[in-house]
């Protein structure tokens, strides 16, 4: 056996083998590619035995958003523990791992550096293979790990603090970028609005809590590029929050927060539902930090069904960043490529497509 090719087709082999033989592929997946640590362990790809996710938000909150130093010192100083408690939690030996996977990329070089070297060093000593794994695939695998049977082609939107995008899946592996956006990602809006309106960070779930007590006509927000195509823009929309509140500084932060809010659900779920019409597409799933919001869940779910389309909204913790997904990701990576070389970098800007 030599090359790639001959790596993958064992690869698949072996998680087959351990398929059929009833004996679960035991993945240990890592996440370290922002300001969260986590640690799962995931059967077959679709099976969560144990997972942990550490968050470093309250390390950030004070500096308005990430601190890059911060954050990698933080993950080395959490990670171990947190594999330590994830086997613990599973009742699983090291030894029972079948493949060590981690985030290798988009992410912060020193964050990611982190959780790549330790799951790089876990393999060595079980003598398993590593698996780098692209955080936003992570993402879209959130819903297949808890619903494996979606149809395809289905439209998955990502929306997270970093990432935009809407993608045709065609296949496990195979996908088609429909659209991202040309400017803030939808996640940076929400937290860039918090932040102005001294919500503090991450802005997301405190304008999502805020915003159902609000009224969400009270303003009429812009919807950049509604009606152009399937790429997005936040940033106007964001200016204009921040117009609107200087020149109604009495304004009741529910009703801009629900406004900003309507504008934003509006726009993604358009464009979804725009995307699904032109590909054919069966349904459309959501994943990233963003899908947590509950208005975007709510409409999507609605729209869909009154379009007569598919679709599955990942529960909220499955949404925010954890390495259960990672681990998910990871068995269909594996079973398609084989394992990633010891010798791999970290990829901060690494794209799915
Ligand atoms: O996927 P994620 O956990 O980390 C990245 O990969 O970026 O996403 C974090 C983003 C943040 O911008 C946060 O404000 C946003 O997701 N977020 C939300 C909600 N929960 C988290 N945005 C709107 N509504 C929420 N409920
Ligand atoms: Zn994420």
């Known amino acids: 056996m030599s090359g790639p090719a001959d790596a993958a087709a064992v690869a698949a082999e072996a998680a087959e083998a351990a398929e059929a033989a009833d004996e679960p592929f035991l993945i240990l997946g890592i996440e370290t590619s922002c300001d969260e640590t986590a640690a799962a362990v995931v059967a077959n790809g679709s099976a969560v035995v144990s997972s942990v996710v550490s968050s470093q938000v309250d390390l950030h909150a004070r500096f308005g958003g990430v601190v890059p130093e911060i954050a990698s010192r933080a993950h080395v100083q959490v990670l171990n523990p947190v594999v330590a408690e994830v086997l613990v939690e599973s009742g699983l030996d090291g030894r029972e791992i079948d493949a060590v996977a981690a985030t290798v990329g988009p992410g912060l070089v020193g964050a990611l550096l982190v959780g790549m ?195 599955f909204v990942p529960s909220r913790e499955m949404c925010t960043d954890n390495a259960a997904m990672i681990a998910a990701a990871a068995w269909w990576r594996y079973r398609a490529d084989g394992p990633t070389p010891l010798d791999a970098g970290a990829a901060p800007n690494l794209r799915l497509v």
């Not at 590029?225 to 964001?238: A, P, Q, R, V, Y």
């Not at 117009?243 to 659900?265: G, I, K, L, N, T």
Request: aromatic share 6%; proline share 5%; glycine share 12%.
């Open 117 to 311: 070297s330790a799951a790089k060093a876990l393999a060595l000593v079980w003598d398993v293979p590593f698996i780098g794994v692209n955080h936003m695939e992570g993402h879209l695998y959130a819903s297949f790990l808890e619903r494996p049977d979606i149809e395809l082609p289905t439209v998955v939107l990502l929306v997270s603090g970093g990432h935009t995008m809407l993608v045709l899946m065609e296949g496990h592996g195979r996908y088609r970028m429909l659209g991202g956006t040309v400017d803030d990602a939808v996640g940076e809006a929400y937290d860039k609005v918090g932040r102005y309106l001294g919500l503090g960070y991450p802005g997301g779930p405190v304008i999502d809590r805020l915003a159902a007590d609000g009224d969400p006509e009270a303003v009429k927000f812009p919807r950049p590029m509604l009606n152009e195509g399937l790429d997005f823009s936040f940033s106007g929309l964001k200016t204009a929050v921040v117009h609107y509140v200087r020149a109604h500084p009495d304004a009741a932060v529910p009703d801009v927060a629900a406004s900003f809010q309507a504008a934003v659900v509006d726009t993604l779920v358009t464009k979804a539902l725009r995307a699904a019409r032109q590909t054919g597409a069966k349904g459309i799933c959501i994943g990233g930090g963003v899908a947590a919001n509950s208005a975007l869940r709510a409409t999507i779910a609605t729209a869909c069904e009154e379009a007569g389309l598919e679709s």
